[in-house]
């Protein structure tokens, strides 16, 4: 076995009884030198945080018959709200989820400024946000609705997370078929990320113009001119 094997050199001189010296104890050391760093807390913690997410993304994905994301119920309320806000009159509608009774509800309707719309941003729960921004775009006075969905970071439960992500593509929709154009979607995690240069860059992105490299032209030939006749 100390012939085959070029560890077992190591384990042979450094062992100090049988046991060490047997083919268990060979496996042993060599798991322990396969073995990677120990993890930290965070690393742990985000390892089992992806975990949980893969587990339920399958959960959802095996109940689902149909389409890969949920459909929720919207409340009454919520419904009423999103028809005012189609028809103008107020331009911001925050959605919350209840994981409980598995529905989408209303938990803000307003009119606010472009330099209000952060403060609106939740550090504790994600929330679906529609905003009907008005502002000026090449001499031209425009509104356009941005939806934002907002989720805090790695502090929400996995169960939270996993039904806001699951349930957005489906909302949307209902929102296309509500005839609320949406012109531009984001995920933000705080509102430092609205402020109103943001949402204008959201819904009038930059234009990244090409330009061609210049080529230069080719030098006159060194020889005698030519007469064509």
Known sequence: LIIRLKEEA????????????????????????????????????LEEVSR???????????????LPGLSLP??????????????????????????????????????????????????????YHLFNFNHTFEGEQMWSVVFIYSCPGYNVPVKQRMMYSSTKASFLEGLVQMGIVIAAKR???????????????????????SRQNFVKPKAPSKGGRRLIR
């Open 52 to 66: 949980n997410e893969a587990m339920m993304r399958s959960q959802m994905e095996g109940n689902s018959s149909t």
């Open 74 to 127: 919207v409340t009454q309320e919520l419904q009423s709200s999103l028809e005012k806000f189609k028809k103008g009159f107020i331009n911001y509608v925050q959605v919350k989820l209840d994981t409980d009774k598995e529905e989408l509800k209303l938990w803000d309707c307003s009119n606010i400024t472009a330099e209000e719309f952060p403060s609106k941003i939740p550090d504790d729960e994600p929330r």
């Open 10 to 45: 190591v384990v042979s001189t450094q062992s100090t009884g049988v046991e060490e010296m047997s083919l268990q104890g060979y496996r042993n050391h060599t798991l322990s030198l396969n073995a990677g760093a120990p993890m930290t807390s965070a690393e742990k913690e």
């Open 187 to 209: 995920e933000v995690s705080e509102g430092e990320e609205v402020k109103e240069n943001d949402v204008f860059d959201m819904v009038h992105p930059a234009k990244h113009v």
